[in-house]
């Protein structure tokens, strides 16, 4: 398409092609589903933290207080049993409480250590113990067991409020730490039921953005490229005249418009050819018209010159034999020269009506084995075959679907031209072949003779041509001009090798089964011949009867 032919693919978004759809598509996707997995991320994290914080800081901290609580308490009543009655067994409880205190209170602060206020409920817990230990416990265990310590009377009192302050403090502390923990809860509970919000978004957004991308391949790729194949497809049916349909994209859209330049490219052209075919339908059966007329005229010709042949060579042959010796030695040889063309003519004619034959009167297929026109073959060369003394081979041949009269003609003309021109001096050596190629039996007949030359491996199947002299070899020059005609009329080809330089190996294909061939009407050569009922057959073999002598 040239440039003048091109259309322009449009501004805006019908300028775009498919990759810049695609490209803007996939960049849209890529934004949406980051900002998809950022906020998808984001409140991941917001409700692993909480829950971490639930989990490993409030309620640990918050157990940890009532542990701590219970500590104190044994303590107290250790420190008052052992005030009361200086039994030293009361003073377990106490010490256990305070390996207990100092184990929660490393405890707390670690978990508090980000919590100010809570920290500072921590540090006033410590206070309240510090005071109540080092006003009342330690100086009461310090006291000798044995006896009640007077401490605990004179500071009973001040033992029961320090410790109340105590338990003030714990209260305080651990209503916080309950508070902040319900308070963790709450946020997990919203942060959770947030996360499934914002998940199910998600999912919605992905199946949108999904469809989204779907539909726009569907109208954008799909379609319009569903519509191309269908209008291709018309057209590769035969239907040159459905245009091509411009859907989607630009660059679709494009490929539309060109697909559609080249269909009418090739309307024209069909149309070219068609008008050509039509003209050598034409000159071809003018043509055919011609070979059949050229043909009917062979055979009438030929058939047509054999009576006045037979009158010069009747009365030369009489001449020949009532006046040899009587004349001088000129005339002798005249008469001689006019015998000797009359029978070249006579010779001649019978090639040509042999030829203008094949196909017309000799047309009768049948199954026939090759074997056996071989073998009639050498016996019908017998003669030849014993004074050259050829040695001939063959291989195991099929069975075809042929003329037995144009085989036997083939086969004639092939084994006599390879033991004819055989090398003076030398015997002889003949070997036939034959393979199955598909639908074909490729055949050759290979000899030892003097060969053919490439530049003439065409020009010997040409009718009447000779490569050599009639003296040298004797000869019409028609022998493999009809076997070609045999050969093409049974379907195949034939051909002289030039790649076999040792004599000559001639090669041709025959059909299992020959195409059918109708056979040409003989109408006119009866008429011109005068040929009665008894058909054209005995017409020819009449004249090509011998010449009798006439009658001075």
């Known amino acids: 398409m040239t440039g003048d032919e091109r259309q322009p693919w449009g501004r805006g978004l019908s300028g775009w092609t498919t990759r810049r759809w695609l490209r803007v598509g996939v960049a849209i996707s890529l934004a949406v589903l980051t900002a998809l997995g950022v906020t998808g991320a984001w409140v991941l994290g917001r409700t692993a933290s909480i829950s971490n914080e639930l989990v490993d800081v409030k309620a640990p901290a918050l157990s940890t207080s009532f542990r701590l609580e219970s500590a104190l308490l044994n303590q107290e009543t250790g420190i008052r049993g052992?005030?009361?009655?200086?039994?030293?067994?009361?003073?377990?409880?106490?010490?256990?409480?305070?390996?207990?205190?100092?184990?929660y209170t490393a405890t707390l602060e670690r978990l508090l250590d980000d919590d100010g206020a809570e920290l500072g409920d921590l540090r006033r817990v410590q206070s309240a113990v510090e005071k109540w230990q080092a006003r009342i416990a330690r100086p009461i265990a310090a006291s000798p067991a044995g006896a009640a310590s007077p401490l605990a009377t004179e500071r009973a009192d001040e033992g029961r409020t320090e410790f109340d302050a105590l338990r003030?403090?714990?209260?305080?502390?651990?209503?916080?730490?309950?508070?902040?923990?319900?308070?963790?809860?709450?946020?997990?509970?919203?942060?959770?039921?947030?996360?499934?919000?914002?998940?199910?978004?998600?999912?919605?957004?992905?199946?949108?953005?999904?469809?989204?991308?779907?539909?726009?391949?569907?109208?954008?790729?799909?379609?319009?490229?569903?519509?191309?194949?269908?209008?291709?497809?018309?057209?590769?049916?035969?239907?040159?005249?459905?245009?091509?349909?411009?859907?989607?994209?630009?660059?679709?859209?494009?490929?539309?418009?060109?697909?559609?330049?080249?269909?009418?490219?090739?309307?024209?052209?069909?149309?070219?050819?068609?008008?050509?075919?039509?003209?050598?339908?034409?000159?071809?059966?003018?043509?055919?018209?011609?070979?059949?007329?050229?043909?009917?005229?062979?055979?009438?010709?030929?058939?047509?010159?054999?009576?006045?042949?037979?009158?010069?060579?009747?009365?030369?042959?009489?001449?020949?034999?009532?006046?040899?010796?009587?004349?001088?030695?000129?005339?002798?040889?005249?008469?001689?020269?006019?015998?000797?063309?009359?029978?070249?003519?006579?010779?001649?004619?019978?090639?040509?009506?042999?030829?203008?034959?094949?196909?017309?009167?000799?047309?009768?297929?049948?199954?026939?084995?090759?074997?056996?026109?071989?073998?009639?073959?050498?016996?019908?060369?017998?003669?030849?075959?014993e004074e050259t003394g050829a040695e001939i081979t063959c291989d195991e041949l099929p069975k075809l679907v042929a003329d037995p009269t144009q085989m036997g003609m083939l086969w004639q003309n092939l084994i006599g031209n390879a033991i004819k021109f055989h090398r003076p001096g030398q015997t002889p050596h003949i070997h036939i072949t034959a393979a199955r190629e598909g639908e074909l039996w490729q055949f050759s007949v290979t000899d030892n003779g003097i060969g053919i030359a490439p530049e003439y491996a065409e020009k010997v199947f040409v009718i009447f041509q000779r490569l050599h002299t009639k003296d040298a070899y004797s000869g019409s020059g028609i022998g493999l001009a009809m076997c070609k005609k045999i050969v093409e009329f049974h379907g195949g080809t034939i051909a002289v090798d030039p790649r076999y330089t040792d004599g000559t190996r001639i090669t041709f294909t025959l059909a299992e089964a020959p195409p059918s061939v109708s056979t040409p009407p003989v109408s006119l050569v009866r008429a011109r011949a005068g040929v009665g009922p008894q058909g054209t057959a005995g017409a020819e073999q009449g004249a090509a009867h011998s010449v009798a002598e006439p009658t001075p």
């Not at 052992?82 to 100092?102: D, N």
């Not at 039921?193 to 726009?216: C, D, K, P, S, Y």
Request: zero cysteines; proline letters at 3%; aromatic letters at 6%.
């Open 82 to 103: 052992y005030g009361l009655t200086g039994t030293p067994a009361f003073l377990e409880p106490y010490q256990q409480g305070l390996t207990e205190q100092a184990t």
């Open 168 to 385: 003030s403090a714990m209260a305080r502390q651990q209503d916080r730490l309950r508070a902040d923990a319900l308070t963790a809860r709450t946020d997990l509970s919203d942060t959770m039921r947030l996360r499934n919000w914002v998940f199910a978004a998600i999912a919605l957004v992905i199946v949108a953005l999904a469809g989204l991308v779907f539909e726009g391949l569907r109208r954008g790729v799909t379609k319009p490229l569903e519509q191309l194949g269908a209008d291709a497809r018309h057209i590769s049916a035969g239907d040159f005249t459905r245009p091509i349909t411009p859907t989607g994209p630009a660059d679709l859209r494009q490929l539309s418009t060109e697909i559609d330049s080249m269909r009418l490219r090739l309307v024209r052209e069909l149309e070219a050819t068609e008008q050509a075919r039509q003209h050598l339908d034409a000159q071809a059966a003018d043509l055919q018209r011609s070979n059949t007329e050229l043909e009917q005229f062979a055979y009438v010709a030929s058939h047509d010159l054999q009576e006045p042949l037979r009158k010069v060579s009747s009365f030369t042959q009489l001449l020949q034999r009532r006046y040899t010796g009587q004349l001088d030695a000129k005339a002798d040889q005249y008469i001689a020269f006019a015998v000797d063309g009359a029978n070249r003519m006579q010779t001649l004619i019978n090639d040509l009506l042999e030829f203008s034959r094949v196909g017309r009167v000799h047309n009768t297929h049948e199954g026939i084995a090759l074997d056996g026109v071989v073998e009639r073959t050498l016996s019908s060369l017998s003669v030849s075959i």
